[in-house]
């Protein structure tokens, strides 16, 4: 299959010109001033006149078919990778979890199991360790060899997900020096977990408790601690999910100090806040999720962040759960409400219109934020992340001036509710490539469940 895309106007993280861009099977073969001459050589051609031609988003934090909080996120791999793709993400990064006793490699099968016949994009995994052991640590190793080369460490969740400092010390040694890369969910569980227990003892039992009991310094401490523990292990540190300014901070200070420190920040952090918890009834379940959202004079703080470079990715930790049946578990109980929140078909638009539309960010920041920046930290760059001879095309045609506007009703993410629900944005997805095959055209979906394939990640550079 070679397709044409005539005369869009090209962005990548550095270039913005107009072109036409020739793509044969999977991959990007030629890019051109003019390339009518090769017009009876092509199956498809697509006019992108006035549109935006940018690499497929890649998503490096989502959470597909996770079981979690006694229940599953809502998504599976071919719900959730469809909803990206028609949100123009072509890739994503998911959390694979190993839980106790459990070989890294067996469970990295579970993981395959779940994504192989059923992803219609690209997805690489992360894996989430829960059990070290010495004996472990080599294991760690293995999987940097078959491409997962990223693992999550918890401070957070302590009895399920959480290890203790010594551990993330030896796994930050032990990946470090292999290529290995540590995202850090960083929250003083230990303390958070005293808050919680005072709280329902109070008789506290609302969803907006999540986030009063949840304090920016816990997330602040956190990432301090693990920037710590990440200098002393000679190992770069990536923190998933940045909340808040407190947090921030400390990236900042470690970043002026040329530490190898990194971070991800997600549109809720950015768009949506406290205020939200106070909503009527249980509606505040919609929001709960960890980092809870915060005050609002923290986002124009991330914001400046993102323009700054001391954080480096948007990302949306989607981890849906629906208000029906899910959700509800929570319904007396804030500590009981499944964490997490949908979001991966809204990043591109939603960053789009808050960012490149508000003045916030330019239109490269806008595609490295969305896509480069997690292909270069995750080793998947230029491969993909850019719009380049060689690369995967993996393309997104993009609207600048199409509006849309975001509803549960219309979303493809298999969730009953939006966190955007009603909000209008400037700024869609029309047509998605994924290497090479369209899979959205116009609102049409064109793809099919399997096409997606496992993508070997490389080493941290
Ligand atoms: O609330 C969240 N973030 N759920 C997903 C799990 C995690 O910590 O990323
Ligand atoms: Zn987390
Ligand atoms: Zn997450």
Redesign the pocket.
């Known amino acids: 299959m070679r397709t044409l895309i005539k005369n869009g106007h090209i962005v990548t993280a550095v270039d913005s010109y107009t072109a036409d861009l020739l793509v044969d099977g999977e991959t990007i073969v030629m890019i051109g001033k003019d390339l009518s001459a090769v017009v009876g050589t092509v199956d498809k051609t697509i006019d992108a006149t006035g549109k935006l031609v940018i690499p497929g988003g890649i998503d490096p934090h989502t959470h597909m078919d996770l079981p979690f909080g006694g229940t599953a996120s809502a998504d599976d791999f071919e719900t959730g990778t469809r909803a990206a793709a028609f949100g123009g993400t072509t890739t994503i990064i998911d959390f694979a979890v190993q839980y106790k006793g459990q070989a890294l490699n067996e469970a990295l099968d579970v993981w395959f199991a779940k994504a192989q016949g059923k992803a219609v994009a690209d997805y690489g995994f992360h894996m989430i360790c829960t059990d070290l052991p010495d004996e472990r640590l080599p294991e760690l190793k293995a999987l940097i060899d078959q491409g997962v080369s990223s693992f999550?460490l918890?401070m957070?969740y302590p009895g399920v997900f959480l290890v203790d400092d010594g551990t993330i010390f030896k796994a930050m040694t032990a990946a470090g020096e292999h290529g290995g890369l540590i995202c850090m969910?960083a929250?003083n569980g230990v303390v958070i977990d005293v808050l919680v227990k005072r709280a329902l003892a109070a008789g506290y039992t609302a969803p907006k408790y999540h986030a009063l009991t949840r304090p920016t310094k816990a997330e602040a401490e956190g990432v301090h601690r693990a920037i710590a523990i990440a200098e002393m292990a000679n190992s770069p540190v990536y923190i998933?999910?940045l909340s808040c300014h407190d947090a921030l901070k400390e990236v900042q200070h470690a970043r002026d100090l040329g530490l190898p420190a990194f971070a991800e920040t997600c549109p809720q952090y950015l768009l949506l806040d406290y205020s939200y918890y106070e909503k009527e009834g249980f509606e505040g379940a919609k929001y709960v999720m960890?980092p809870p959202l915060r005050d609002r004079e923290n986002q124009e703080q991330l914001w400046k962040g993102l323009r700054s470079n001391d954080l480096q990715v948007i990302s949306t930790?989607h981890c849906p759960f629906c208000m029906k049946e899910q959700k509800e578990l929570g319904r007396d109980d804030f500590s009981k409400i499944p964490n997490g929140g949908p979001g991966v078909e809204n990043r591109m638009s939603l960053i789009y219109h808050h960012g490149v539309n508000a003045g916030r960010i330019n239109l490269n920041r806008f595609v490295e934020l969305t896509s480069t920046a997690a292909a270069k930290i995750f080793g998947l760059f230029p491969r993909k992340g850019t719009i380049a001879v060689g690369s995967d095309a993996d393309i997104v045609i993009f609207d600048p001036n199409r509006e849309q506007t975001i509803s549960a009703a219309t979303h493809h993410m298999r969730v009953d509710y939006s966190a955007y629900e009603g909000w209008t944005v400037k700024g869609v997805t029309e047509i998605v490539l994924s290497r090479g095959n369209v899979i959205v055209e116009n609102g049409e979906w064109k793809g099919k469940a399997g096409a997606g394939r496992f993508v070997k990640r490389g080493t941290f550079a």
């Open positions: 999550k918890f957070a969910h929250e998933v999910h960890t930790d």
